[in-house]
């Protein structure tokens, strides 16, 4: 469990600046990742459904939504702030279901490998556990923008892969996957880590055990993407999937 620390040893004008740096970052990746892909998501057959677009969609309108919080908290708009925040908490939750139908569509689909499901299934699991825990720590300001930054982070790898996915295709082995699927995730949390040396010489719990945490999961699951067994696994629940009506 995420222990908060005192407020008082922490939070500063300046650590308010922080998140919109780190949004920043993910927003470049996002931007650049998603860009470079589209034209070849355009020329794709068969063209996607409803469902991809509809993710696309509310993950934008996710971005967004967050981005408006980072920038009422530094226009010290603290009451809008915890408005939307305490409504925020239900996308992030719908999210979830999308995703993995999301996932599963593009599978049986054949625009992505079924055992790719694992990274869907790893993002959303990291993403709405830093939600959660953000949402309980909502009181402790420095615990609460890392723990929603570490939301940020556990999906970032679509986009910043994209990025580099023409230059580095098919990765063979469980480490060279992991560094070509998650470096986005390990710059943003370089830079969080390098904040908090800078600022305080030392890391915040949240983001301490937060972040490592992530990292180790991330690495487990480079190597159960190369597992037979989950790579049968995947495979039946495409099928299923796909027989139950959800490519449409």
């Known amino acids: 469990m995420v222990t908060p620390t005192r407020i008082a040893s922490w939070e500063t004008p300046a650590d308010r600046k922080a998140p919109a740096v780190w949004l920043?970052?993910?927003?470049?990746?996002?931007i650049i990742g998603f860009g470079v892909d589209l034209p070849g998501f355009l020329r794709e057959r068969p063209s996607a459904t409803g469902i991809i677009y509809i993710h696309a969609v509310v993950f934008l309108g996710w971005l967004v939504l967050l981005t408006a919080q980072v920038a009422f908290v530094l226009r010290g708009r603290m009451n809008l702030h915890r408005r939307m925040g305490s409504k925020a908490g239900y996308v992030a939750l719908f999210m979830v279901p999308l995703g993995l139908a999301t996932a599963l569509t593009a599978a049986a689909q054949g625009h992505e490998?079924?055992?790719?499901i694992i990274l869907q299934l790893v993002d959303l699991l990291g993403f709405i556990t830093f939600i959660a825990l953000?949402?309980?720590?909502?009181?402790?300001?420095?615990?609460?923008?890392?723990?929603?930054?570490?939301a940020m982070v556990s999906i970032a790898d679509p986009g910043f892969n994209r990025a580099i996915q023409y230059l580095y295709p098919d990765p063979?082995?469980?480490?060279?996957?992991?560094?070509?699927?998650?470096y986005g995730d390990l710059l943003l949390l370089t830079a969080m880590f390098c904040w908090d040396l800078w600022r305080r010489r030392r890391v915040h719990p949240a983001l301490l055990i937060g972040g490592t945490s992530l990292v180790g999961v991330e690495l487990l699951t480079a190597f159960v993407y190369f597992s037979p067994t989950w790579n049968a696994i995947a495979t039946s629940m495409v099928h299923a999937w796909g027989h139950a009506g959800g490519m449409l």
């Open 24 to 30: 920043g970052i993910f927003w470049l990746g996002i």
């Open 113 to 116: 490998h079924p055992r790719f």
């Open 134 to 150: 953000g949402l309980k720590y909502r009181n402790n300001p420095t615990a609460h923008k890392r723990l929603m930054m570490l």
């Open 172 to 182: 063979r082995t469980p480490l060279d996957w992991f560094f070509s699927l998650f």
